[in-house]
């Protein structure tokens, strides 16, 4: 008999000589395996079954003319995305020139993430190994099914038809380009260019190419706090700028001669035009659209701009953010300064403007500075002609919502005009002696202010810079191999001692740990937080500050003395695990202003809580029972939330329905600024199933909840729309969608619903033929005086998101574009 000690002994060093062994067969094995499966597929391409991976470099799909490489691409610290660019064959440049990426807003890691072209046909990119962080959502059972790139540069999967050609495509990137546009790539209504956020972080930033819903190929801006569409010339008409509305067509393409053909009636040559040079038409991180050649220098390629939107780039909206002046000179390019009292946001990013060094400047104690040759196009809330200065200050000063005025000779009018202006935005330096900017600051900062040349300022506009991508991954030993031995072993020698060991090993090794993690594709940011972290930071739970039916909001302040909103989950026997899976794996998706943002998440054991921003005003609900909010602040709200579920609906990489719009759901910050939250009964899909949903059970807030739910009809974005109308309904109103009443025999009675009250309200005053039935309609409580005419516009928008047919709502994107002229 074998002593116990002696045993335990003799099995520790033939464990750590197994366990040697076995690591290093598992890696020759997996090095092996990759060795024999990542082997270049060059110009064959990808066949079903075959994958690429992203830690061998040689892994990549090579177009046959030698032109495009189609790999794994580094865009941070273990962050790779799948993209195509050109090789260094035909650019003769390190750096490398992006033409398409797949998961531009979702970076895999660096570690077992690959391109897999599964056995159904579905073209699918994992994260570590076992993730689907994105795909093309294809089918096919043909085993000539193949992912090749072509000679255009377009990856393209598809069914080979024996001679090495494809048939009809099953899906191709030229489908869904990024910010590049190449040859012969056909632009349509349904694709969109959208520029990078810098150029170093590929990932999706402010400016975007797309076909407007008048038909129109326009440069849309969607800034940190506006939204504006500044190409073509939004101050001049369609036919003016040589564009046509409402065509039948959406259609344009850069050929490979450099001749832009548009529906629109956009048309135009590159300055080097006719065959030669390869050319790509891009939109870059700074809004303009360029065409580029590959042009040789000194025995080096080198990319050349052959044709530009906007010449002068301080016309491109949100060059230098809000409260800003941009200038432009040939010799230093272009610059940025803040306006006289304001003061910059952020040092690292122009995008961001200036904010007021002054808290605020009331009536009496306000004055004016005069800037030469400035202007900040639009936002415009009054045009004011045949008046003097001293008029249009006298008016400015008595709108506390003014920031100053342009002021001006009109040669055609022959008489003076001034524009009151209510935001400082787009400010740009132009050659125009006869206009003449003023901006209202206090008395003290006029005294001091000493007019200077803008041209002179220090600052320069360097390109907006994000938060480096990291992505973290933890490796995972397979222990089966251990398990297995030790089990053999045991019952080799037939020692009890080993047998005891083993079995006390065995059940250990499989105990789960009250730390093991669940992996979400969360956005670049989030933190992983422990229970106690949270327990600490909220003071074990101790200042409640929101309650629902499956979480408790906590208010609490984390290890950097950041403020936070801990949501805490109810898990009971799963329920609740969906609505929490689906809330992370929504976030991780969306950024945007009007969105809550979300700082991080805790699975440990049965907990389950989300980290979010504190909103120091609280529920948009909380401040209607109180009556705090004037009607400006309220309208600010409704433009923001749609501004939020337009983002959610049109903007992401996936699109989102939030499918539970209403006012417990809209957070205000500290200056009122709405934010979308609660993203529990949210659902993501893909473009191509956008318009086919599929829901297990209705979701939603009675009251708030579109007709499709009741009557089962198909689910669209259109849901979120009747929603947002009735919270702007009630808004307005004052009144529940689902209120009571007490009757006059005692008994409680339904009130008449909102939408028919609303109408039913409108129809009475229009058949009386009153001037207007808004004082009937709007809430008597709600302090502050309001424009009958933008009220009667917001109750107009509110009735067209409430209709019964879905199909007669408008999409979220045209209210917000309703806002903008309302």
Same mark, same amino acid.
């Given at each position: 008999?074998?002593?116990?000690?002696?045993?335990?002994?003799?099995?520790?060093?033939?464990?750590?000589?197994?366990?040697?062994?076995?690591?290093?067969?598992?890696?020759?094995?997996?090095?092996?395996?990759?060795?024999?499966?990542?082997?270049?597929?060059?110009?064959?391409?990808?066949?079903?079954?075959?994958?690429?991976?992203?830690?061998?470099?040689?892994?990549?799909?090579?177009?046959?003319?030698?032109?495009?490489?189609?790999?794994?691409?580094?865009?941070?610290?273990?962050?790779? +995305?799948?993209?195509?660019?050109?090789?260094?064959?035909?650019?003769?440049?390190?750096?490398?020139?992006? *033409?398409?990426?797949?998961?531009?807003?979702?970076?895999?890691? +660096?570690?077992?993430?690959?391109?897999?072209?599964?056995? !159904?046909?579905?073209?699918? =990119?994992?994260?570590?190994?076992?993730?689907?962080?994105?795909?093309?959502?294809?089918?096919?059972?043909?085993?000539?099914?193949?992912?090749?790139? $072509?000679?255009?540069?377009?990856?393209?999967?598809?069914?080979? !038809?024996?001679?090495?050609?494809?048939?009809?495509?099953?899906?191709?990137?030229?489908?869904?380009?990024?910010?590049?546009?190449?040859?012969?790539?056909?632009?349509?209504?349904?694709?969109?260019?959208?520029?990078?956020?810098?150029?170093?972080?590929?990932?999706?930033?402010?400016?975007?190419?797309?076909?407007?819903?008048?038909?129109?190929?326009?440069?849309?801006?969607?800034?940190?706090?506006?939204?504006?569409?500044?190409?073509?010339?939004?101050?001049?008409?369609?036919?003016?700028?040589?564009?046509?509305?409402?065509?039948?067509?959406?259609?344009?393409?850069?050929?490979?001669?450099?001749?832009?053909?548009?529906?629109?009636?956009?048309?135009?040559?590159?300055?080097?035009?006719? /065959?030669?040079?390869?050319?790509?038409?891009?939109?870059?991180?700074?809004?303009?659209?360029?065409?580029?050649?590959?042009?040789?220098?000194?025995?080096?390629?080198?990319?050349?701009?052959?044709?530009?939107?906007?010449?002068?780039?301080?016309?491109?909206?949100?060059?230098?953010?809000?409260?800003?002046?941009?200038?432009?000179?040939?010799?230093?390019?272009?610059?940025?300064?803040?306006?006289?009292?304001?003061?910059?946001?952020?040092?690292?990013?122009?995008?961001?403007?200036?904010?007021?060094?002054?808290? *605020?400047?009331?009536? !009496?104690?306000?004055?004016?500075?005069?800037?030469?040759?400035?202007?900040?196009?639009?936002?415009?809330?009054?045009?004011?002609?045949?008046?003097?200065?001293?008029?249009?200050?006298?008016?400015?000063?008595?709108?506390?919502?003014?920031?100053?005025?342009?002021?001006?000779?009109?040669?055609?009018?022959?008489?003076?005009?001034?524009?009151?202006?209510?935001?400082?935005?787009?400010?740009?330096?132009?050659?125009?002696?006869?206009?003449?900017?003023?901006?209202?600051?206090?008395? /003290? =900062?006029?005294?001091?202010?000493?007019?200077?040349?803008?041209?002179?300022?220090?600052?320069?506009?360097?390109?907006?810079?994000?938060?480096?991508?990291?992505?973290?991954?933890?490796?995972?030993?397979?222990?089966?191999?251990?398990?297995?031995?030790?089990?053999?072993?045991?019952?080799?020698?037939?020692?009890?001692?080993?047998?005891?060991?083993?079995?006390?090993?065995?059940?250990?090794?499989?105990?789960?740990?009250?730390?093991?993690?669940?992996?979400?594709?969360?956005?670049?940011?989030?933190?992983?937080?422990?229970?106690?972290?949270?327990?600490?930071?909220?003071?074990?739970?101790?200042?409640?500050?929101?309650?629902?039916?499956?979480?408790?909001?906590?208010?609490?302040?984390?290890?950097?003395?950041?403020?936070?909103?801990?949501?805490?989950?109810?898990?009971?026997?799963?329920?609740?695990?969906?609505?929490?899976?689906?809330?992370?794996?929504?976030?991780?998706?969306?950024?945007?202003?009007?969105?809550?943002?979300?700082?991080?998440?805790? *699975?440990?054991?049965?907990?389950?809580?989300?980290?979010?921003?504190?909103?120091?005003?609280?529920?948009?609900?909380?401040?209607?029972?109180?009556?705090?909010?004037?009607?400006?602040?309220?309208?600010?709200?409704?433009?923001?939330?749609? /501004?939020?579920?337009?983002?959610?609906?049109?903007?992401?990489?996936?699109?989102?329905?939030?499918?539970?719009?209403?006012?417990?759901?809209?957070?205000?910050?500290?200056?009122?600024?709405?934010?979308?939250?609660?993203?529990?009964?949210?659902?993501?899909?893909?473009?191509?199933?956008?318009?086919?949903?599929?829901?297990?059970?209705?979701?939603?807030?009675?009251?708030?909840?579109?007709?499709?739910?009741?009557?089962?009809?198909?689910?669209?974005?259109?849901?979120?729309?009747?929603?947002?109308?009735?919270?702007? =309904?009630?808004?307005?109103?004052?009144?529940?969608?689902?209120?009571?009443?007490?009757?006059?025999?005692?008994?409680?009675?339904?009130?008449?619903?909102?939408?028919?009250? *609303?109408?039913?309200?409108?129809?009475?005053?229009?058949?009386?033929?009153?001037?207007?039935?808004?004082?009937?309609?709007?809430?008597?409580?709600?302090?502050?005086?309001?424009?009958?005419?933008?009220?009667?516009?917001?109750?107009?928008?509110?009735?067209?998101?409430?209709?019964?047919?879905?199909?007669?709502?408008?999409?979220?994107? $045209?209210?917000?574009?309703?806002?903008?002229?309302?």
């Amino acid at each position: 008999m074998v002593a116990p000690l002696d045993v335990f002994l003799l099995t520790l060093v033939t464990l750590s000589h197994l366990l040697s062994s076995s690591s290093s067969s598992s890696s020759s094995s997996s090095s092996s395996s990759s060795s024999s499966s990542s082997s270049s597929p060059g110009s064959h391409g990808l066949t079903r079954g075959s994958s690429l991976s992203v830690e061998n470099k040689d892994n990549v799909l090579v177009s046959s003319n030698g032109l495009f490489i189609a790999g794994f691409h580094k865009v941070g610290e273990n962050a790779y +995305g799948f993209a195509i660019w050109f090789s260094e064959q035909a650019t003769t440049s390190r750096t490398r020139t992006i *033409v398409w990426m797949a998961n531009r807003d979702a970076p895999v890691n +660096g570690k077992h993430s690959k391109l897999c072209l599964q056995e !159904d046909g579905n073209l699918v =990119l994992m994260d570590a190994g076992k993730y689907i962080i994105w795909s093309t959502h294809t089918k096919s059972t043909s085993h000539l099914a193949r992912l090749q790139l $072509h000679n255009t540069g377009n990856l393209v999967l598809g069914v080979d !038809d024996g001679g090495g050609q494809s048939t009809t495509p099953l899906w191709q990137s030229f489908d869904y380009p990024t910010d590049t546009l190449l040859p012969n790539q056909l632009f349509t209504k349904s694709t969109q260019l959208v520029s990078s956020r810098s150029s170093t972080n590929y990932s999706s930033g402010l400016y975007k190419l797309f076909f407007d819903n008048d038909s129109i190929l326009r440069l849309f801006y969607n800034g940190p706090d506006t939204t504006t569409v500044f190409w073509p010339d939004p101050g001049l008409r369609s036919w003016e700028v040589g564009r046509f509305k409402y065509r039948y067509n959406h259609k344009a393409s850069l050929d490979s001669d450099g001749e832009f053909n548009s529906s629109d009636g956009l048309n135009f040559k590159s300055a080097d035009f006719g /065959k030669g040079p390869q050319r790509i038409m891009k939109i870059d991180i700074d809004g303009n659209v360029r065409v580029y050649s590959l042009i040789e220098h000194e025995r080096r390629m080198k990319w050349e701009v052959q044709w530009q939107a906007l010449s002068q780039s301080c016309e491109i909206h949100g060059t230098c953010g809000p409260n800003s002046i941009c200038s432009y000179s040939q010799y230093s390019g272009r610059k940025c300064s803040c306006v006289y009292g304001y003061k910059r946001v952020k040092y690292e990013d122009w995008s961001y403007g200036c904010e007021p060094e002054f808290d *605020v400047c009331i009536q !009496d104690d306000c004055d004016f500075i005069v800037l030469h040759q400035v202007d900040f196009y639009a936002y415009d809330v009054r045009f004011i002609h045949h008046n003097t200065l001293d008029a249009c200050k006298k008016i400015c000063l008595q709108d506390d919502t003014c920031l100053g005025f342009q002021f001006g000779w009109k040669e055609d009018a022959w008489a003076f005009f001034c524009f009151i202006k209510t935001s400082l935005c787009n400010g740009y330096q132009f050659d125009d002696h006869n206009n003449k900017m003023y901006i209202k600051l206090p008395k /003290k =900062l006029v005294s001091s202010y000493h007019e200077k040349i803008i041209t002179q300022s220090n600052f320069s506009c360097p390109h907006p810079v994000s938060t480096p991508i990291v992505r973290s991954y933890k490796e995972i030993h397979d222990i089966e191999p251990f398990c297995r031995f030790m089990l053999t072993f045991g019952c080799a020698i037939g020692c009890i001692e080993i047998i005891c060991i083993m079995i006390f090993w065995y059940y250990s090794s499989k105990q789960p740990s009250t730390n093991e993690q669940s992996y979400f594709p969360a956005a670049t940011g989030f933190r992983k937080f422990t229970y106690s972290e949270l327990k600490k930071a909220s003071c074990n739970f101790s200042q409640e500050i929101g309650r629902g039916g499956a979480c408790i909001m906590y208010k609490g302040k984390l290890s950097d003395n950041r403020i936070a909103a801990i949501k805490k989950l109810k898990i009971t026997n799963h329920q609740g695990e969906a609505e929490f899976q689906a809330e992370i794996n929504t976030i991780g998706r969306v950024n945007h202003m009007n969105l809550i943002e979300t700082w991080g998440y805790c *699975v440990e054991g049965k907990h389950r809580l989300v980290v979010y921003e504190y909103m120091e005003n609280g529920s948009l609900a909380e401040n209607l029972e109180t009556g705090k909010l004037d009607w400006e602040t309220r309208i600010d709200i409704a433009k923001g939330t749609a /501004k939020g579920l337009a983002y959610l609906h049109e903007e992401c990489l996936e699109w989102v329905l939030h499918c539970d719009v209403k006012p417990h759901n809209i957070l205000l910050d500290a200056n009122h600024n709405p934010k979308v939250a609660d993203f529990g009964l949210s659902k993501l899909f893909n473009r191509s199933g956008f318009n086919h949903l599929n829901f297990s059970m209705i979701r939603g807030t009675r009251g708030y909840m579109a007709p499709e739910w009741v009557f089962n009809l198909p689910i669209t974005s259109k849901v979120d729309v009747y929603s947002y109308g009735m919270v702007i =309904l009630e808004m307005i109103t004052g009144r529940n969608p689902v209120g009571k009443r007490q009757a006059s025999n005692g008994n409680e009675e339904v009130e008449l619903a909102l939408v028919e009250w *609303v109408r039913d309200k409108i129809q009475k005053f229009t058949a009386s033929r009153m001037e207007s039935w808004v004082e009937e309609i709007v809430d008597p409580s709600v302090s502050g005086k309001y424009d009958i005419t933008t009220m009667e516009n917001l109750v107009r928008i509110a009735l067209q998101c409430v209709e019964e047919d879905s199909k007669a709502r408008p999409s979220m994107s $045209h209210v917000v574009n309703i806002f903008l002229h309302v």
